[in-house]
């Protein structure tokens, strides 16, 4: 019986393995696919290249900055702005939580404008914060105010729906609403606070674009309305590009870090 249970795991195994390689191969082969007709059709005349642009165009646009250094700085400045608004927006996200599980009252009066102020569409919010608040601060405002309602109120919904008896059981002990909080409540939240995190550096990169759109002269947001603007489409693609792979390598990083966190 065992030898057979032993078959039968290796063989599940084995078909799990099968199907995560084909899943991997249809990946590949679509895009690879989208590549090929883009670029064929680009090359025959059935698309404008000049507005449609094509793979090979892009990829000459990228050599050609990464020649003159420029991509780098652009990509390095939304990046940085990136990390600092998504790494501000956890610490407030996860101290404003807090802080509203720790007082009802508070909670209660806060709750309607932190609902108000998430529904708002960030792109009316972030030019009166860009004035307000300076130019050191242009494109960190907007990606801390798209995504930092949302955590505060995701977290705190999150902490809100404790398990109770864990909460009693600290209190049978002598503990206070302290020990709660570091013994209970945020040990068992870190997997809500991690796909929180995974939700926001999405949210920040899309902020610190919107800030780069509004008020910048560095960032691929600005690579991307400047080449708007003067019909470089071949910049605005390849930007775009960059930009894709620079939120699917922060969002593996978080989740590499969640299975970490997991083991």
């Given at each position: 019986m065992k030898t057979h249970e032993t078959l039968a795991q290796q063989e599940f195994v084995a078909r799990q393995l099968r199907r995560r390689q084909m899943v991997v191969l249809a990946r590949l082969f679509?895009?690879?696919?989208?590549?090929?007709?883009?670029?064929?059709?680009?090359?025959?005349?059935?698309?404008?290249?000049?507005?449609?642009?094509?793979?090979?165009?892009?990829?000459?646009?990228?050599?050609?900055?990464?020649?003159?250094?420029?991509?780098?700085?652009?990509?390095?400045?939304?990046?940085?702005?990136?990390?600092?608004?998504?790494?501000f927006v956890t610490a407030v996200g996860i101290l404003g939580a807090v802080a509203l599980w720790s007082s009802k009252s508070l909670a209660e009066i806060l709750d309607p404008y932190l609902v108000m102020l998430n529904s708002l569409p960030k792109s009316a919010l972030a030019p009166i914060l860009i004035v307000w608040l300076g130019s050191s601060m242009r494109t960190i405002v907007p990606a801390v105010s798209v995504a930092v309602f949302g955590s505060i109120l995701t977290l705190h919904?999150?902490?809100?729906?404790?398990?109770?008896?864990?909460?009693?059981?600290?209190?049978?002990?002598?503990?206070?609403?302290?020990?709660?909080?570091?013994?209970?409540?945020?040990?068992?939240?870190?997997?809500?606070?991690?796909s929180n995190m995974k939700?926001?550096?999405?949210?920040?990169?899309?902020?610190?674009?919107?800030?780069?759109?509004?008020?910048?002269?560095?960032?691929?947001?600005?690579l991307i309305i400047y080449g708007s603007q003067v019909f470089k489409l071949d910049l605005v693609l390849m930007s775009i590009v960059i930009l894709c792979i620079l939120a699917a390598l922060m969002y593996q990083g978080?989740?590499?870090?969640?299975?970490?966190?997991?083991?």
């Open positions: 679509l895009f690879l696919s989208v590549l090929v007709l883009w670029e064929a059709c680009a090359r025959t005349g059935v698309i404008n290249a000049f507005i449609f642009s094509s793979p090979s165009r892009i990829v000459r646009c990228f050599f050609s900055m990464v020649l003159d250094g420029s991509i780098f700085l652009h990509t390095g400045v939304t990046i940085l702005e990136t990390l600092v608004s998504f790494f919904n999150g902490f809100m729906s404790m398990d109770p008896d864990q909460a009693r059981l600290i209190r049978s002990l002598g503990g206070g609403k302290r020990e709660i909080l570091f013994k209970v409540l945020l040990p068992g939240s870190v997997p809500l606070i991690i939700v926001n550096v999405g949210l920040c990169l899309v902020g610190v674009i919107i800030g780069e759109f509004l008020a910048a002269r560095l960032g691929l947001g600005y978080i989740a590499m870090a969640e299975r970490r966190v997991k083991r």
